[in-house]
Every structure is written in C-alpha cells, then in structure tokens.
C-alpha cells in the first residue's frame, strides 16, 4: 500500500517539474522566406534608439525556424526558442499570428 502512493506522489511530481522550466523567449515577425521544407525564415523588427542623434532606427533580425503550420511569405507569426534543429535553426513557430493579405 505504501509503495502504491509513493508511485502516486512520483507521478505526480514528474508534471510539476516539467512546469518549472524557465520562460522561453518568443518573438513576432514576418515571414520573409518559405522555399525550404519545414522551415521558414523570419524578420524580426525592433526599434533602436540611436546613442548620438536619440532618433529611432529599425534593427533588423531574421531567424530561420522551424514550421508545421505552413506559413506563407507575409505571414505575422510567433516563434519560440527551442533546441538546435539544424546548424542554424534554434526557433518554432507556434502560431500564425494574422495571415497575409492576397
């Protein structure tokens, strides 16, 4: 009998553990590429406060991520940090976000 609950509580413990993972980091942008299979290369905007002139520039990031939703060129969606896929992919997307217009 008490071996049961102690296999109880272990099971039990397993989900919270996996709970405890740190946040990942996720971001929008747009899907600049889709020519290659499951994966997609994404732009990520960001504004940047120049340190001389405190005017605002556009920094530019893309990302190449990993895709099972089918996203299409134009497409807002959101990534996530995850493990290496490939030599340069490391993201996932997880939604689409607003499809592009035709």
Known sequence: MAE?????????AAPAAAKSRANRSQKVGTVASDKMTKTVVVRVDRLVRHPKYRRYVRRTSKFMAHDELGATVGDK???VETRPMSARKRWRVIEIVQKAAK
Do not use: H, P, T
């Not at 049961?4 to 039990?12: G, R």
């Open 4 to 12: 049961n609950q102690e296999n109880i509580e272990s099971a039990n």
């Open 77 to 79: 969606v959101r990534i």
